[in-house]
């Protein structure tokens, strides 16, 4: 996700049972809630894609 003009990675680590909210993990930890209609706006928006495999850290 792009954040602060840098892409930040995250991982998806809970859904709400109908999927409207979305609890993402930073690598360092902190935890991050968004809507899941935010997340197609950024989609939409270039600004938050889906990455498969691990992260460039490991």
Known sequence: MLQDGQWQRLHLTWASPRGSLL???????RTESIARR????RMAAAQMR?????????
């Open 50 to 58: 889906i990455v498969n495999g691990p992260s460039a850290a490991a």
């Open 38 to 41: 935010l997340c197609l706006e």
């Open 23 to 29: 609890l993402f993990t930073h690598e360092d930890g």
